[in-house]
């Protein structure tokens, strides 16, 4: 079992006027066995959140349980817990055997052969077999990554915390270590947290995503949930690559009036109770855009500014009402730099948050039909 609950956790840095309030009242359940991505940017205290459940920080506030039981107070080795670090912190004169064997020996009362066995067991899991005998400083940067996950693996902790563990990777191995990580959790069903900045890890690893900013909770949920419905603006630019466009729009019934173009809501569109707030957002995602011919409703002309082709898709940038938007369109459309074109932002794809506080008033169509009755199978696609 290992299921992790924060209560109402909350971190501050320093006192008084330099205080840093670095997780504010910060409540989470991690189910048994489940994968969790904290998932924000520099400074928004995901590090700072893992530490505490490490116990490497302790907490201001709040309680975490392991289990139901409290453990906010335990030292980090009474925590039944592992921690992967991006930096490895191997120990540079011990050979991979003994780096791998080390906190069985230290932290259990288990024989010089029983230690053997397991470290040979997991050295095979992990495909470094042959390194055995070689110190870090003989490995690759993914090599001594794997060894890092290793020691974690091989205490068989109730809780794996990962803190950025493939930053130092080249972009290619990090891809490759991201599908091992998965792999290897899901066969040992281990309950992880596991922090990045990026994004694609996030949506790419994690059963849920738990999105901070500010020390705040944004959003938890699956990695779809996040990107069909996200629950504000924060949320709706941090989750996708590249970002959802926003447009500020003013609501007159029916219509957002834009500086540069009008768009149509059909009558359905809006229910009565979240029709408050004449200053609006319009979010669209840049792969949801399309090119019309120009005669379609709410199709809005725009000059194409920069184009940067991916190969099988393209970005193209474009000029509304003095801001620069990107439209992601099929690698096979040529345009070029001052073309001008016809965009549509379909109706059952657009977002629209409050101007005033960012919270979503509406997500995509796309969002309720794969959120609402259908969340069972919106978590099994997130997970597969
Ligand atoms: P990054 O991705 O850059 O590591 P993060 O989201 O992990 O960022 P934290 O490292 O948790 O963020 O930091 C959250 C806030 O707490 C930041 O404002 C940071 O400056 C502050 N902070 C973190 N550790 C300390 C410390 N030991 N003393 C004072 N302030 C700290």
């Known amino acids: ?61 709040g309680e975490i349980l392991l289990d139901g039981d409290p453990i906010a107070r335990k030292r980090p080795r ?62 690759s940067g993914g090599q001594q990554q794997r060894v890092a996950l290793g020691r974690a693996i091989i205490r068989e902790p109730e809780v794996f915390l990962m803190d950025e563990p493939l930053s130092n990777l080249d972009a290619k191995l990090r891809t490759t270590m991201r599908t091992e990580i998965q792999r290897l959790q899901s066969d040992l069903g281990v309950t992880t947290v596991y922090v990045t900045h990026d994004q694609t890890e996030a949506m790419t690893m994690g059963d849920r995503i738990a999105v901070l900013d500010g020390g705040e909770l944004q959003q938890v949920g699956t990695p779809l949930e996040c990107y069909h419905a996200p629950a504000n603006r924060f949320v709706a630019g941090f989750i996708g690559s590249p970002s959802m466009n926003f ?35 319009l979010g669209v995602r840049p792969e949801h855009i399309e090119l019309t011919d120009g005669d379609e409703r709410n199709a809005v002309r ?5 184009v940067e082709p991916m190969g099988e898709h393209s970005y193209v940038y474009f000029r509304l009402g003095g801001e620069t938007y990107t439209a992601s369109v099929s690698g096979d459309v040529i345009l070029r730099q001052g073309d001008e074109v016809s965009v549509n932002f379909p ?38």
């Open 78 to 139: 009474d925590r039944d817990m592992a921690m992967v670090f991006q930096n490895y912190a191997l120990y540079p004169h011990m050979t991979v055997r003994k780096n791998l064997g080390y906190g069985l020996k230290i932290m259990t009362d288990l024989s010089k052969s029983a230690i053997d066995e397991r470290v040979e067991e997991t050295a095979e899991m992990l495909e470094i077999s042959e390194l055995l005998d070689k110190k870090p400083k003989a490995l």
């Open 347 to 384: 109706v059952d794809r657009i977002h629209l948050f409050d101007a005033r506080t960012g919270a979503a008033v509406k997500n995509s169509a796309v969002a309720e039909r794969t959120v609402g009755a259908d969340a069972d199978r919106s978590r099994t696609l997130s997970s597969s």
């Open 247 to 281: 447009l500020n729009v003013e609501r007159r019934d029916r219509t957002l009036l834009h500086e540069a173009f009008s768009y149509e809501l059909p009558g359905d569109f809006l229910p009565e109770s979240e029709a408050a707030g004449d200053e609006m957002v």
């Open 1 to 61: 079992m290992g299921e992790l609950q924060l209560n109402g956790l909350r971190k501050v840095f320093g006192d008084g006027g330099n205080a840093i309030v670095a997780v504010n009242d910060l409540d989470l359940t991690i189910d048994d066995g489940e994968f969790l991505v904290l998932v924000g940017p520099s400074g928004c205290g995901k590090s700072t959140t893992l530490r505490c459940i490490a116990g490497l920080e302790s907490v201001s506030d």
């Open 302 to 306: 725009v000059r194409v500014d920069v």
